[in-house]
DNA sequence: AAGTGAGGTTTATTACAATAAACTTATCGA
DNA sequence: TCGATAAGTTTATTGTAATAAACCTCACTT
């Protein structure tokens, strides 16, 4: 498995501890509980899983996130970006943006995260 | 299951048929056999379920899309948007980009496009 | 000392993606 | 008319994501 390789659930999931952390294993149930719907035995079951493969980390009840949001997110838009699109940046965009219009401010805040990428 | 979604080897599968089409069944094992290494009854196992949903025809054996790839992509890249960015194209490019560095032409091109779907 | 809650683990269950073996039926050329 | 080939279908197998029931152990409280 690649490293930083999240399933859906797995996601969700992770997003509740990186919203939170550090975050108590009892509180994360509760909170699992209520915004994802799941039994205690589900998060500790994914909570160890994750443990396990080096993203999240539970010491003494207490949780926090080894791998950032950003990397895990960096990961999930390349891989889509390959997968889907040839690896081709321009390509994601035209599909993504399809008939849709942007504002002026939405254009302009794109094009400065553009600039900013360019040596 | 949502119209478009395509699970990874549907995905490859679908983009023989997108590069081909109209391509016939029997040369379709073929391809399917070289390029992905698959035997004639995964071939067609998968294309009669992305025919019952929609996603192809085969019609005396003779297969087709009916979904455009662009259309396949469109829903690739907005769902990952949704899912791992809260629907926030600027957060995905600024996860996508992270430390790269673009060239003058990427981002001429990039800014392009977005001048292009701008009002 | 017995009950209770925190903090887990062990073991299942279910669903379904991915892949394919084995079988069928029809056509067509030798 | 028989054997090959095309064009499929039926039925399995395997792996694993998603979810959870049932159990365990320890510390603290009553």
Redesign the interface.
């Known amino acids: 498995m690649e490293p930083y390789k999240l399933f ?1 659930a797995e ?1 969700k999931f992770a997003c509740l501890i990186w919203d939170n952390e550090p975050i108590n294993s009892t509180d994360l149930v509760k909170l699992s509980q209520t915004k994802l719907g799941w039994k205690k035995s589900t998060t500790y079951t994914v909570l160890r899983k994750l443990c396990e493969r080096g993203i999240l980390k539970n010491e003494q009840a207490m949780v926090t996130a080894i791998i950032k949001k ?1 990397d ?3 990961y ?3 891989t ?2 390959e ?3 040839n690896g081709s ?10 008939e ?5 401010e ?2 302009e ?3 400065r ?7």
Do not use: H, M, N
Request: hydrophobic share 40%; charged share 30%.
């Open positions: 859906d996601y950003t895990a997110q960096k999930e838009s390349q889509v970006v997968k889907a699109f940046l321009p390509q994601f965009l035209t599909a993504f943006l399809g849709k219009k942007l504002s002026e939405e254009a805040e794109l094009k995260i553009i600039e900013e990428a360019t040596r």
